[in-house]
């Protein structure tokens, strides 16, 4: 099935570091999300993102909705242990959703 | 928590079987969508029900059915289960029928803890 392309696939910081990673895709979307989805449990909504060059914040999260509508950026500032997890972005895509590959952020105390 | 709740948690099961995986929404939710999450995978749409009504489909094989039932609860049935259906299959609920478009409200989705399907 179709999906996002994440960057990067996983990658592991330190504490207090920033992280950046974004997501690409070929086709255009209207909406851009980012979940975070911690072992065992479903992914949880972070940022929601409805217009091209958009940018949004939620504490520490800041999101981009890239100007081609084709990408999306997730940043991260002052990274705490409880970031661990994995990252997924979400274009939506008519009336389904579709899901990057995630990635896999490991944070070193 | 969510709101959402999906039963069982875990299942393990043979090759060639057929097994039922449950969702309850939030209370209020309209809406119920089925995914598919194999092993470091991002999650595959497979179906959406609204109000009792298939509302959109995604990759959902044809061995796969769902449907929702009055109460809202739906159910995803998997039958002649095969080694590659391994995997969790999470259920999430909205309020509306569709996601938003650009610039209005996001219909949030609420995701469940998920079902492992682990077919031997």
């Known amino acids: 099935g179709q999906q996002l392309n994440q960057s990067p696939q996983s990658m592991f910081i330190q504490e207090g570091e920033d992280v950046s990673m974004n997501c690409t895709s070929s086709s255009i979307f209207n909406t851009w999300l980012w979940y975070k989805q911690d072992p065992g449990e479903g992914p949880v909504l972070l940022i929601a993102?409805?217009?091209?060059?958009e940018l949004t914040s939620n504490g520490r999260l800041t999101a981009q909705f890239g100007i081609t509508r084709k990408d999306s950026f997730l940043n991260i500032s002052a990274s705490i242990p409880s970031d661990v997890g994995i990252y997924f972005c979400a274009g939506l895509s008519t009336y389904k959703y579709i899901f990057g590959t995630g990635t896999r952020l490991k944070v070193l105390a | 928590d969510s709101g959402v709740t999906q039963t069982p948690k875990h299942l393990i099961t043979a090759t060639g079987q057929r097994v039922t995986l449950r969702c309850s929404p939030r209370s209020g939710d309209l809406s119920v969508y089925w995914y598919q999450q194999s092993l470091d995978q991002g999650l595959q749409f497979l179906i959406q029900y609204y109000n009792g009504e298939e509302r959109a489909k995604g990759n959902i094989l044809e061995r796969f059915s769902a449907q929702q039932f009055p109460d809202l609860h739906s159910e995803l049935n998997l039958s002649s289960l095969e080694l590659g259906d391994s995997a969790l299959y999470f259920c999430?609920?909205?309020?509306?029928?569709?996601?938003?478009?650009?610039?209005?409200?996001?219909?949030?989705?609420?995701f469940g803890p998920g079902t492992r399907l682990t077919v031997l």
């Open positions: 993102l409805y217009k091209a060059g």
């Open positions: 999430a609920s909205s309020v509306g029928p569709a996601p938003g478009t650009s610039g209005s409200s996001y219909n949030e989705q609420f």
